[in-house]
């Protein structure tokens, strides 16, 4: 076990490396809709200006939890904001952090699941597919289904959940592959 727990540690180093080369790179930008200055500036006013006394949160915007904010919503335009109120650096160590010590967690976790089947899946070959199978289901249902239920952003989704499925695949191929105890077939 104490092997699967240091591929744990290196399939979370591992998600956390594809995690910054999607996201912290300017590949990200494929996902992500920019505004020229002055709108950054109004928009971020506006926040500011309507947002700040309810504090941090995700605010479908109008809110269509009355009959007034169910017609406006239908009219459009519409949008979910999530709102923090307070600056955030650009680049912030204390996700950077965060983000690597919830990558370790996740992929001890694959770690775990796959130790957990070492005796009936035996192979490289057949402990990946147990790995893309359940990443694919978990990231599907969790990532693609915000545009399908929620009317979310394509692009943002889909790119969202192709760096997911790559990291959380990579985090449990390193398990896989030289983390598992070898088990003799008979």
């Keep these: 076990m104490a092997r699967v727990a240091l591929g744990g540690i290196l399939g979370g180093i591992a998600m956390w490396l594809i995690g910054f080369l999607f996201w912290g790179t300017p590949l990200s930008r494929i996902a992500l809709s920019s505004l020229d200055d002055a709108s950054g500036a109004a928009l971020q006013g506006a926040l500011k200006q309507h947002l700040s006394a309810g504090g941090a949160g995700a605010y479908p915007v109008p809110w269509p939890g009355t009959d007034v904010g169910t017609t406006l919503y239908g009219q459009g335009p519409s949008a979910m904001v999530f709102y923090h109120p307070g600056g955030l650096p650009v680049v912030d160590s204390s996700a950077l952090i965060g983000g690597l010590v919830l990558a ?24 990946m597919k147990v790995v893309v199978w359940f990443v694919l289901a978990a990231t599907l249902w969790t990532e693609i289904g915000q545009p399908v239920f929620n009317h979310m952003p394509w ?18 191929a390193v398990i896989a592959r030289w983390f598992l105890p070898r088990v003799l077939e008979a």
């Design 104 to 127: 370790v967690v996740c992929s001890l976790l694959i770690g775990i699941a796959l130790y957990a089947l070492r005796e009936r899946v035996t192979t490289f070959a057949d402990r």
């Design 155 to 172: 692009t943002y989704f889909v790119y969202l959940w192709v760096s997911d499925v790559v990291a959380l695949v990579a985090a449990g």
